[in-house]
């Protein structure tokens, strides 16, 4: 084998295995600097450099303090609110959020879309195939009304679509008989499917034998 051969395969191998490492590092990477921009981000909501040295408060200063206060605030918000006194007071300040000018465009914006993730109105938990674009063309998406008679379009759905490697969507008005549930497959799952542009294997569910 002549030396500008031997070069080129191994060149050729040397690029082989930079993107095998590149594959196998990229996702730890990414996922390892969106969790440590998080909780730097979490972190820093308390303003370390207004808080003086000696201070009673110094403690403060310490990283990794903010975080851990922010997560117990979070949570001991949690246990109250479940509490029948505390929680008809949060009830209240929700209720003036929601009547406050131009405050509650901003208020029930984000109260919903949270509330669709993760509250007791989850919206992303009935994933669909739509057809939108045409005959035997599908979209995976999500039912997040069932009932849009209030938009006059009476017999239609509200789907949300998301779009592939973005936390961005589009919701269409699809008529029901154009819209097939999909039972065997998780919300997560689907989210998933659709997000990663269809390169992620879908996981389906196992159906319960009705003998059983």
């Not at 082989?16 to 921009?37: D, K, N, S, V």
């Not at 201070?55 to 922010?70: D, H, S």
């Not at 689907?190 to 997000?195: E, I, L, N, P, R």
Request: proline share 5%; charged share 20%; aromatic share 14%.
């Amino acid at each position: 084998m002549s030396p500008k051969l031997k070069l080129k395969v191994l060149a050729s191998r040397i690029l082989r295995y930079f993107f095998q490492g590149l594959l196998i590092l990229a996702p730890i990477g990414i996922t390892a600097l969106t969790l440590y921009w998080a909780f730097v981000t979490i972190d820093n909501i308390i303003p370390k450099e207004f808080i003086p040295e000696g201070a009673p408060f110094e403690f403060l200063r310490y990283k990794g303090v903010g975080f851990a206060l922010v997560l117990i605030l979070v949570i001991v918000v949690g246990y109250l609110s479940s509490s029948f006194i505390i929680g008809r007071i949060f009830d209240l300040f929700d209720h003036l959020l929601e009547r406050t000018p131009f405050i509650k465009y901003i208020y029930t914006s984000i109260k919903d879309v949270f509330d669709a993730f993760v509250g007791d109105k989850k919206k992303f938990d009935h994933p669909v195939l739509a057809q939108i674009y045409g005959v035997d063309v599908w979209e995976i998406g999500f039912i997040t009304q069932t009932d849009v008679s209030n938009l006059g379009m009476e017999g239609y759905l509200a789907v949300y679509v998301p779009h592939a490697y973005a936390i961005t969507g589009k919701v269409f008005i699809v008529p029901k008989e154009k819209v097939k549930p999909l039972e065997n497959i998780s919300a997560g799952e689907a989210m998933k499917f659709a997000v990663s542009g269809g390169v992620t294997n879908v996981v389906r569910r196992e159906t319960e034998d009705p003998g059983v």
